[in-house]
């Protein structure tokens, strides 16, 4: 069975700094792109970004609105991938979830996500 | 970056009857790789259809997708009570990746 487990999240002041893993089980994680994407509360999706797999050089993508304070990164060993946020501001509040596309199964899978507050 | 613009935001309509949701792209999407997501309140999104048309795996064939370049539509048949959520479309031919931000499924 296919799972997606985030962990990490929690409340944390303007400018500082938190990470959130993605456990993965039930396929070949080390072959599969990571995606990560967030909901501030009400409000709609929004791409963060996504890291490759070691044979595209684990490239990596963000969006314009984290670009220079994130970084994703993964650890094939521990089928994991990481979301590591720096210089945190109030709107990067929201539940952030990690996805994966299995095209061998012709579907994606999320995890449950894991609530970010940043808050003084 | 491509901004995808969903119309209507809100759409009602009683079960059984058809529904169109659209979503236009500021550019063309590359290899039209456009995603549709519903998504009901505390869960996850769902995917829908990919590449702009085709039907994920377990997703039942009332749900339809069509388009190409710029103009997207989801269509569903006939609508079923669990139907009534939330729909994003996503472009994946360019990053970044951007979600439109939806249209609200009601019941009329």
């Known amino acids: 069975e296919v799972q997606l487990v985030e962990s990490g999240g929690g409340l944390v002041q303007p400018g500082g700094s938190l990470k959130l893993s993605c456990a993965a089980s039930?396929?070949?994680?080390?072959?599969?792109?990571m995606h990560w994407v967030r909901q501030a509360s009400g409000k709609g999706l929004e791409w963060v970004g996504r890291?490759?797999?070691?044979?595209?050089?684990?490239?990596?993508e963000y969006a314009a609105s984290v670009k220079g304070r994130f970084t994703i990164s993964r650890d094939d060993s521990k089928n994991t991938a990481y979301l590591h946020m720096n210089s945190l501001k109030t709107e990067d509040t929201a539940v952030y979830f990690c996805?994966?596309?299995?095209?061998?199964?012709?579907?994606?899978?999320w995890g449950q996500g894991a609530l970010v507050t940043v808050s003084s | 970056e491509i901004v995808l613009t969903q119309s209507p935001g809100t759409l009602s309509l009683s079960p059984g009857e058809r529904a169109t949701l659209s979503c236009r792209a500021s550019?063309?999407?590359?290899?039209?790789?456009l995603i549709w997501y519903q998504q009901k309140p505390g869960q996850a999104p769902r995917l829908l259809i990919y590449?702009?048309?085709s039907r994920a795996t377990g997703i039942p064939d009332r749900f339809s997708g069509s388009g190409s370049g710029t103009d997207f539509t989801l269509t569903i048949s006939r609508l079923e009570p669990e139907d009534f959520a939330v729909y994003y479309c996503?472009?994946?031919?360019?990053?970044?990746?951007?979600f439109g931000r939806g249209t609200k499924l009601e019941i009329k």
């Open positions: 996805r994966v596309w299995l095209g061998e199964l012709l579907r994606d899978y």
């Open positions: 039930g396929f070949t994680f080390s072959g599969s792109i």
């Open positions: 890291i490759r797999s070691k044979a595209n050089n684990y490239a990596t």
């Open positions: 550019q063309s999407v590359s290899s039209n790789y």
């Open positions: 590449g702009a048309s």
């Open positions: 996503q472009q994946y031919g360019s990053s970044p990746f951007t």
